[in-house]
């Protein structure tokens, strides 16, 4: 959720008179950050081996500076907010991915459903190493991701390192437009519905309505739903509130709050067109953010049971600043709090029903892992133990991992059966039988 406003900033320093040695003093006075600021801009200036940018190095201070916070707040130069606001107001080609920088290394939260990353074989978890022969380690993330998108037919050639996988996996991508449907419905045998939302982006509710409309008119009324957030990175928190309505009465959905005060308390109507339908509810690692908004509103209000894997911890709202110069911040504001008051941030929501996910081979990668990242207020999560597998025998002439076909999401879409299984997806099988007995007694 971003929201702007303005904000003029305006600093004042005197540089010092340099001694060969200097130290920090400790006191509180709040300028004197600036003045050991400019001691050090100072000295970089007179002694460095070549004469730099002052700007360069300006830019490059205060972009450490917000980095420092967390892994989801970063500074943005003129350019690169310009380029930041015209991805959130359209549409362009790229792999359709969602990663997060953490300790130097570009980490692949999740493929969005039907995107080219999800059609190569991207998997959450993955890193990325280098791209177009470039490694990632040292750019900032609003370089990263520019660099990932480019002009639609264009391949981007991506060095990944994988859990389990002693050698790096070389992968081409070819980028393209990532408009892609944000909702997939499919009828289970017993008129149970089946919802897979693949992120909340602009039109998801309305896509929502209009698919389970046709579907049922084509299939007749629903007894029951399962609906799938797996994999769902997040987006747009105003369709997950409108989605959110369609399944809950009126009540509380999820509160912010600032510094342990809360700043906005967001209800849910009376008026949900599926709020009747007994349901179950799919997460996993890779649910985030909005979607973790969604899950435990229906968990604390009791009305969905959440089958499947703990999920990934985005707790924390990105505001956007305008900054003098024509530069921009991301700057973590706000805690998201379900009804009940549980944090989500790191602690991510815990489903009823724990099912491990047959896909991965090694302990999936969550928020909580994130070097820097704002840890729950109430929670103490402990660290995953991961079991790394030996890495598999087929490599390329480089000696590079040759990945496994991995279905997309429209393959695993036209393979649904009547009746789910539990051989080609434990977690879907398991929610299926359970609001099967869920409907026999509601």
Same mark, same amino acid.
């Given at each position: 959720?971003?929201?702007?406003r303005?904000?003029?900033?305006?600093?004042?320093?005197t540089?010092?008179?340099?001694?060969p040695?200097?130290?920090?003093?400790?006191t509180?006075?709040?300028?004197?950050?600036?003045?050991q600021?400019?001691?050090v801009l100072?000295?970089?200036?007179?002694?460095?081996?070549?004469?730099?940018?002052r700007?360069?190095?300006?830019?490059?201070?205060?972009?450490?500076?917000?980095?420092?916070?967390?892994?989801?707040?970063?500074?943005?130069?003129?350019?690169?907010?310009?380029?930041?606001?015209?991805?959130?107001?359209?549409?362009?080609?790229?792999?359709?991915?969602e990663?997060?920088l953490?300790?130097?290394?570009?980490?692949?939260?999740?493929?969005?459903?039907?995107?080219?990353?999800?059609r190569?074989?991207?998997?959450?978890?993955?890193r990325?190493v280098a791209?177009?022969?470039?490694?990632?380690?040292?750019?900032?993330?609003?370089?990263i991701?520019?660099?990932?998108?480019?002009?639609?037919?264009?391949?981007a050639?991506?060095?990944?390192?994988?859990?389990?996988?002693?050698?790096?996996?070389?992968?081409?991508?070819?980028?393209?437009?990532?408009?892609?449907p944000?909702?997939?419905?499919?009828?289970?045998?017993?008129?149970?519905?089946?919802?897979?939302? /693949?992120?909340?982006?602009?039109?998801?509710?309305?896509?929502?309505?209009?698919?389970?409309?046709?579907?049922?008119?084509?299939?007749?009324?629903?007894?029951?739903?399962?609906?799938?957030l797996?994999?769902?990175?997040?987006?747009?928190?105003?369709?997950?509130?409108?989605?959110?309505?369609e399944?809950?009465?009126?009540?509380?959905?999820?509160?912010?709050?600032?510094?342990?005060?809360?700043v906005?308390? /967001?209800?849910?109507?009376?008026?949900?067109?599926?709020?009747?339908?007994?349901?179950?509810?799919?997460?996993?690692?890779?649910s985030?953010?909005?979607?973790e908004?969604?899950?435990?509103?229906?968990?604390?209000?009791?009305?969905?049971?959440?089958?499947?894997d703990?999920?990934?911890?985005?707790?924390?709202?990105?505001?956007?600043?305008?900054?003098?110069?024509?530069?921009?911040l991301?700057?973590?504001?706000?805690?998201?709090?379900?009804?009940?008051?549980?944090?989500?941030q790191?602690?991510?929501?815990?489903?009823?029903?724990? /099912?491990a996910?047959?896909?991965?081979?090694?302990?999936?990668?969550?928020?909580s892992?994130?070097?820097g990242?704002l840890?729950?207020?109430?929670?103490?999560?402990?660290?995953?133990?991961?079991?790394?597998?030996?890495?598999?025998?087929?490599?390329?002439?480089?000696?590079?991992?040759r990945?496994k076909?991995?279905?997309?999401?429209?393959q695993?879409?036209?393979?649904?059966?009547?009746?789910?299984?539990?051989?080609?997806?434990?977690?879907?099988?398991?929610?299926?039988?359970?609001?099967?007995?869920?409907?026999?007694?509601?």
């Amino acid at each position: 959720m971003f929201s702007f406003r303005s904000l003029a900033l305006s600093a004042s320093a005197t540089f010092l008179t340099l001694s060969p040695t200097w130290a920090l003093a400790a006191t509180s006075h709040p300028y004197d950050v600036v003045e050991q600021f400019a001691e050090v801009l100072s000295v970089v200036e007179d002694e460095y081996v070549e004469a730099p940018q002052r700007e360069a190095l300006t830019q490059g201070a205060i972009a450490g500076m917000v980095a420092a916070l967390d892994p989801h707040s970063a500074y943005m130069t003129a350019e690169q907010y310009g380029e930041f606001k015209e991805d959130t107001s359209g549409r362009f080609a790229g792999l359709g991915i969602e990663v997060d920088l953490r300790n130097g290394q570009v980490i692949i939260v999740a493929p969005i459903g039907g995107s080219p990353a999800e059609r190569a074989g991207l998997r959450s978890g993955d890193r990325i190493v280098a791209l177009d022969g470039t490694p990632l380690e040292a750019l900032p993330m609003a370089e990263i991701v520019r660099r990932m998108r480019g002009m639609k037919g264009t391949v981007a050639h991506l060095v990944l390192r994988r859990t389990g996988h002693e050698l790096p996996i070389r992968i081409n991508v070819e980028r393209d437009d990532v408009s892609v449907p944000s909702v997939h419905t499919h009828m289970f045998e017993g008129h149970v519905a089946f919802v897979r939302i /693949v992120a909340f982006q602009e039109g998801t509710h309305t896509e929502l309505l209009s698919k389970m409309g046709n579907l049922i008119s084509q299939l007749g009324q629903c007894r029951g739903l399962i609906l799938d957030l797996r994999q769902n990175p997040g987006g747009l928190v105003a369709e997950s509130i409108a989605v959110a309505d369609e399944f809950l009465n009126s009540g509380l959905l999820f509160s912010t709050r600032h510094r342990g005060k809360v700043v906005e308390r /967001v209800e849910t109507t009376a008026y949900g067109h599926f709020e009747n339908i007994p349901m179950i509810t799919l997460v996993d690692s890779g649910s985030a953010s909005a979607a973790e908004i969604v899950a435990g509103a229906f968990k604390d209000r009791k009305r969905s049971l959440l089958v499947g894997d703990r999920t990934f911890g985005k707790g924390t709202v990105q505001s956007i600043i305008d900054v003098s110069g024509g530069a921009g911040l991301r700057l973590t504001s706000l805690r998201y709090y379900t009804p009940l008051g549980h944090g989500i941030q790191a602690a991510g929501i815990q489903p009823d029903t724990l /099912v491990a996910d047959q896909d991965l081979d090694a302990e999936p990668l969550r928020e909580s892992d994130l070097p820097g990242h704002l840890p729950n207020e109430r929670v103490s999560i402990a660290p995953p133990t991961t079991t790394d597998q030996a890495a598999p025998p087929n490599k390329d002439e480089q000696g590079c991992v040759r990945l496994k076909p991995i279905r997309t999401l429209a393959q695993k879409m036209a393979d649904l059966p009547a009746v789910p299984t539990t051989e080609k997806d434990a977690q879907l099988a398991l929610a299926y039988q359970l609001l099967l007995n869920q409907i026999v007694t509601h």
